[in-house]
């Protein structure tokens, strides 16, 4: 809580503003970090009824955050109505700390009960309210007020930290219950669903009233106001007596009226508390003791679990909750907030003026840009939300149109100032761009284009706050709105761009001006196009790109979707060609719209890639100029090998740079090279795109056909680069495992970070089906295929679900997942038995014919239709032939599993159901019923605003560390932590890389408590923000579990290894290449634990699917055979033990030679197993001889050492330990540079002598 939302860094004047410039370099940044870290002070807290308590705080923190941390404390969370008073001055709310005068270490605050006021009252309640369902999950089930799971509290039984200390070495070996869940073996075919989420064994609902509600009295009549009574409470107590509570200005006190009668008089004997709990609790016991209790209980739980994250996350199963009588809730349905904290007192928020307030803030040194980046970040984040709850009423029916009369894909609609518009094609607007298909793709595109904008971060220049939800088979765009853009017709007020793709078009001076200031790093060219009167008009953007001027006198652009140039590979236009290597594989393709764009990730790769050839070019040259001068006899066969690496092609171009182009040779030179590849500029590299190439409608003047030919040919070699490197260089990394998806969301990631758009996935599918090393790609080939039917389904839910009427959701979405999942043949839609039949009502319905056709069409669908059009879709959208009928056969065929698919359509779509185990394999019964379907969340996407400071920080940190500066690098990854949190507050997928990241170098450091500390937050942090089965989470348990380990806490580091490969059994099943290190890690603790026989399973099973997915002779399968061996020996049977050490044995002589220490390693293992075998040999032998009288020498069988397991487990989990000497550092360093330039020649490497451990690859930092 300590660094929640509150404004923890308002630093006004900062110490050094002279040097430090918004780009003064590192060194100003790291002066700029001295002045946020002003040292903290003490001060005494006194509140009524409590003894004086000591708290931290600092000088930049607000009295409001004093107020925050006293209503979470234990003993004072029931206050909310208080002034902080020093010496008897009330403190302002908003002061910072440093600027109140007297206020110093040792200062006594006195927390002074205030009166009350509706507001405050409410406020009140709300927050008792919240105390009492503090540890119910009810909210984190129903995705509300950003709450949502976490589970890792159940496996490490409450927090880490103390449990490390408290037991003693000695007996970590006794009493441990290894065996793991029947369903996690290897080689289980059960996938259950209800440990996704399990339960606490000791939490056990504490009720602490039956019913908290207003009453039906209110609002109190006017003499009663004049009393001072605000409003009435109905509370009935778990002791079953029923009151009436009258919250006054004074505080709260039971009245006597009753249900049916008002009587405002205070009761006999009348309490009047400040505090509606003290109330309560003088009035019921049981109130008293369970409140008690279940705040000791709130208090426990890790902040972490219980803090708000920015963003929304929905669970796509749930557990059967009761639903109980919730006042405030209630009253938060139908009131929709009004008169709470979403509404400055009188009006609702203007979200524009927010969010372009916010931009213009200052931004010349570190504290303002973190005031800055906090401020931009915390309105974008409730704007998404309330923009996704908007979305939601609208969809649902509960918001007026501003157009009604229209037909309602047509209408438009405004809530809380945000517009929203459906995803149709309203107005045939773009009829020739694909219709609906185009509407539907024109948003995210659009909100692609807001988010490079939004980075690129021009000032003066403003995009509107934009957020797109899918809900309910609609997609629904919210905007901010334009000042005064309502009241006058959009003809009049555009001044820049086209709204009709380009037929008219008009530019403006101004606009140019700050859209050239864009052009550069989002490679736009500025190009002059054709207007209605056939002058040229100059742009600098798309046409469609349209400039506003709001009434506020900003200059806002929108409809930013084709900020990026077209996609050729699918975008067919007559009398153009592509390049022989894209028409080899098929392109270009028919696509459902004409929006197709590529992905600013590629553009950026393919830019790079083209100036890496522009140095190698001009290199050539002037090597070869040089060599003319040398001598004319060389020949140029020899130049051709000895093309220039990329250092001397820089520092060759980098003289070119300098001799400032006087030089006609070499401006010769480098007009040649920017000739061949495509620079738009003939002195310097530079390459942008013109974004209206092959629009429709657009049409450029005749003088600049050949600039317009250059840049067709330039979008062709994009589209050209995404087939033949991008993909390529995918599957590259996904053989040599440097990237690993684990499911629908990652692999989706992996393809945009390559700039690779999933349209290409059918592409991707087919290259991997082609490539010789198939068998190691089978992983990533059934996650596609997985993402691919899954995507399909999508596409046809969506229109499956426009069709249904909202009394028959559950009925038709449980259809649909039957026809999708279950081997039921006949999968018969249950239509919902009217549960309220009246005989007026079905005469009625014969004559009426509702709005959208049948409303039962869904109920039509059958399981062979729904495989059939899945097929079709595959071949129309991905291009991807598809042989399935069933759910049977493609799960056979492709040997996918129902539960992976089942999580990917739920998290897709926004499904979210029942946990329970379906049946999805009877052929007697559906699988789904209308009551496993709990609910329908939205999509949403919108905009991540960066903390661009904290980030610079984050990756010179990781830059350190990979140079082997851990202790610099430490630094200033906290640093970075720091300035995460002051940005995005406690929860954020960044600040959970840095945690990650931080735990790992303090274990490598040696301080495992650190370590465990950290990376426990990152572990809640992965499952609070990302999802509590998210492939991010299962890698923060691994690493957890090892730290867990290394503290020498063997069950809970079991436990969680478990937990690890349970999700990831549900999430990608057993054949991954990821399960083989899990797998090593539970063998080796399992070894650790003497459980060898388990062990055995999990090692021979992790040997397995090395062997499959590194190929027999890698080094991973070597050190899987010697784990497999060590565990034999402990068995004491040698004969499996030496074949296993042979082949590792036989694997690092062949890939590192005789005289490596790792051959000569297991060459004395092998020698020590013998030596045990003929030693057991001759005692059997000696037994058979001379019977049980036989001298028997003891054989030495001993348990393996902790320490030698948590060696292995160091080096299966590629961590190298550093015992902290200078001298070992120095080595150290040395010998992380000589990999370094062994890498780079891509030779298999063998470790210093020197150096303590080996390193399975390369020091990894995740």
Not at 719 to 746: E, N, R, Y
Not at 1242 to 1249: L, N
Request: aromatic share 8%; proline share 5%; charged share 25%.
């Amino acid at each position: 809580m300590v660094n929640g939302d509150g404004a923890h860094t308002e630093e006004g004047e900062s110490k050094q503003d002279e040097n430090s410039e918004a780009d003064g370099g590192e060194d100003s940044n790291e002066q700029e970090v001295i002045v946020i870290q002003d040292t903290g002070f003490t001060v005494k807290i006194q509140a009524p009824g409590t003894e004086p308590f000591d708290l931290q705080v600092s000088p930049q923190e607000m009295v409001q955050e004093i107020h925050q941390v006293l209503m979470d404390r234990e003993d004072t969370c029931h206050r909310t109505c208080f002034s902080l008073q020093l010496d008897g001055n009330v403190l302002d709310n908003f002061a910072e700390l440093k600027s109140i005068e007297g206020l110093q270490e040792g200062s006594l605050l006195k927390v002074v009960e205030e009166p009350y006021t509706v507001r405050e009252a409410r406020i009140h309640v709300r927050h008792i309210r919240d105390l009492l369902k503090s540890l119910d999950p009810s909210d984190a089930y129903n995705g509300v007020d950003c709450n949502s799971l976490s589970f890792l509290s159940i496996f490490t039984d409450g927090d880490l930290g103390d449990s490390g200390k408290r037991k003693k070495k000695g007996t970590e070996l006794e009493q441990i219950d290894c065996t793991p869940p029947e369903h996690i073996l290897p080689g289980s075919k059960e996938r259950p669903l209800v440990p996704l989420q399990p339960q606490n064994k000791d939490w056990k609902p504490m009720q602490c009233l039956k019913v908290l509600t207003m009453s039906g009295w209110n609002p109190p009549p006017g003499n009663r106001k004049m009393h001072g009574d605000l409003m009435y409470l109905y509370i009935v107590t778990v002791e079953e007596r029923h009151v009436s509570v009258t919250a006054s200005t004074r505080g709260f006190y039971l009245n006597q009226s009753t249900t049916y009668t008002f009587n405002p008089k205070p009761a006999n004997p009348s309490f009047l508390s400040h505090s509606l709990v003290e109330l309560l609790s003088q009035i019921s016991p049981a109130f008293k003791k369970n409140f008690t209790s279940l705040q000791k209980k709130r208090v426990q739980r890790h902040p972490f679990e219980r803090i708000a994250t920015p963003f929304q996350v929905y669970s796509w199963t749930a557990p059967q909750v009761d639903h109980a009588m919730d006042c405030v809730r209630a009253e938060d349905a139908y009131t929709s907030r009004l008169g709470y904290e979403e509404h400055i007192p009188g009006q609702t928020r203007d979200w524009n003026e927010e969010l372009q307030t916010t931009r213009e803030l200052p931004r010349k040194n570190l504290p303002e840009r973190l005031l800055r980046e906090r401020a931009i970040f915390k309105v974008h984040s409730d704007f998404a939300a309330a923009a996704t709850r908007g979305a939601m009423a609208v969809i649902d029916g509960n918001v007026m149109a501003i157009n009604p009369g229209e037909e309602t894909r047509m209408q438009m609609f405004i809530w809380n100032n945000i517009f929203f518009s459906l995803g149709f094609d309203v107005r045939d607007h773009y009829r020739e761009l694909g219709g609906d298909a185009a509407a539907h793709a024109a948003p995210t595109n659009d909100l692609n284009g807001v988010r490079a904008y939004g980075a690129v971060d021009v000032e003066g220049l403003y995009t509107l706050g934009t957020v797109v939800v899918d809900y309910r088979g609609y997609r629904v765009t919210a905007q901010s709105i334009i000042p005064g853009i309502l009241e006058r017709e959009q003809e009049q007020s555009v001044i820049y761009g086209s709204i009709d793709f380009g037929k008219t078009v008009v530019s403006h001076g101004k606009y140019l001006e700050l859209l050239d200031k864009t052009s550069r790093p989002l490679k736009v060219q500025q190009h002059k196009v054709m207007n209605e009167k056939e002058e040229s008009v100059e742009l600098c953007s798309s046409v469609e790109c349209k400039g506003i001027i709001g009434n506020d006198g900003r200059h806002y652009i929108l409809d930013l979707l084709r900020t990026f140039p077209p996609d050729l590979n699918f975008l067919p236009v007559d009398g153009e060609e592509l390049s022989a290597e894209s028409q080899r594989q098929g392109f270009p393709r028919q696509h459902r719209h004409r929006l197709a764009c590529l992905r600013q990730e590629l553009i950026e790769a393919f830019v790079e890639h083209r100036y890496l050839l522009f140095m190698k070019m001009a290199a050539l040259q002037l090597m070869q100029q040089k060599a003319n001068k040398d001598s004319s006899k060389t020949d140029v066969p020899e130049l051709e090998e000895s093309i220039p690496g990329l250092a001397q092609a820089k520092e060759l171009a980098e003289t070119l740079v300098s001799e400032d182009g006087s030089d006609p040779k070499s401006r010769e030179v480098v007009l040649n090279a920017c000739r061949a590849v495509g620079s738009i500029s003939n002195t310097s590299f530079d390459i942008r795109f013109n974004p209206d190439i092959f629009s429709p409608g657009v049409r450029f003047p005749e003088d600049t056909l050949e600039d317009v030919q250059k840049q067709k040919q330039l979008l062709k070699d994009a589209a050209a680069f995404l087939v033949t490197c991008q993909i390529p260089s995918l599957v590259k990394d996904c053989l040599d495992h440097s990237t690993l998806p684990m499911d629908g969301a990652t692999l989706t990631e992996a393809l945009h970070q390559r700039g690779i758009n999933v349209r290409y996935l059918g592409t991707v599918m087919e290259f991997v089906d082609k490539t010789p090393a198939k068998a190691q790609l089978e992983h990533f080939y059934r996650i596609g295929i997985v993402e691919l039917i899954t995507r399909c389904a999508k596409h046809i839910f969506r229109t499956y679900l426009q069709g249904v009427e909202l009394s028959a959701l559950s009925a038709a979405v449980s259809h649909f997942l039957n026809c999708f999942l279950s081997s039921f043949p006949d999968a018969v839609a249950h239509l919902p038995p009217d549960e309220l039949v009246s005989r007026r009502k079905s005469r009625k319905r014969r004559n009426r014919v509702p709005a959208g056709g049948d409303n039962t069409a869904w109920a039509s669908l059958t399981p062979s239709e729904l495989w059939k059009n899945i097929a079709t879709e595959a071949q129309s959208y991905y291009h991807f032939k598809m042989q399935c009928e069933s759910v049977d056969q493609v799960v056979e065929k492709y040997a996918l599993q129902k539960t992976t698919l089942l999580r990917e359509i739920s998290v897709k779509t926004g499904i979210q159901i029942l946990l329970k185990e379906y049946n999805f394999d009877s052929r007697h019964k559906p699988a789904f019923t209308e009551e496993d379907i709990l609910n329908i969340f939205p999509v949403v996407k919108h905009v991540n605003p960066k903390a661009s400071d904290a980030f610079h920080f984050f990756q010179s940190g990781q830059a350190k560390v990979q140079q082997g500066f851990l202790k610099e690098g430490c630094e200033l990854i906290n640093e970075a932590l720091n300035l995460f949190n002051n940005v995005y507050g406690a929860m954020h997928v960044e600040i959970c890389a840095c945690l990650r990241l931080l735990a790992r170098l303090n274990y490598i450091m040696g301080d495992h408590p650190e370590a465990l500390s950290n990376q426990q937050k990152a572990v809640l942090m992965s499952e609070r923000v990302l999802g509590i089965e998210h492939p991010n989470t299962i890698q923060e348990y691994m690493h957890l579990a090892l730290y867990c380990f290394a503290n020498g806490q063997l069950s809970t580091a079991l436990k969680l290894l478990y937990r690890a490969r349970y999700l990831m059994l549900l999430v990608c099943g057993e054949d991954h290449p990821e399960m083989a290190l899990i797998d090593n890690n539970i063998g080796l603790v399992l070894h650790g634990v003497m459980e060898y026989d388990l062990s055995l399973r999990f090692l021979e099973n992790a040997l397995t699917i090395n062997t499959k997915y590194h190929g027999a002779r890698s080094l991973k399968v070597a050190l899987s055979h010697h784990l497999v061996a060590r565990v034999y020996e402990s068995k004491a049977e040698f004969r499996s033990a030496l074949q296993h050490e042979k082949e590792g044995y036989t694997i690092y002589k062949n890939q590192m030679g005789e005289a490596h220490e790792k051959t000569k390693e297991s060459s004395e293992y092998l020698k020590y197993l013998t030596q045990q075998a003929v030693a057991l040999q001759r005692t059997m032998n000696e037994i058979y001889k001379n019977g049980s009288s036989a001298s028997i020498m003891p054989l030495k069988f001993t348990a393996p050492s902790m320490a030698s397991i948590l060696e292995q487990l160091n080096i299966i989990n590629g961590i190298i330990f550093i015992p902290l000497s200078q001298k070992d550092l120095e080595n150290l360093k040395a010998e992380v540079q000589r990999r370094q330039q062994l890498q780079e020649l891509g030779k298999s490497e063998e470790p210093a002598e020197g150096s303590p451990l080996e390193l399975e690859d390369k020091i990894p930092v995740d």
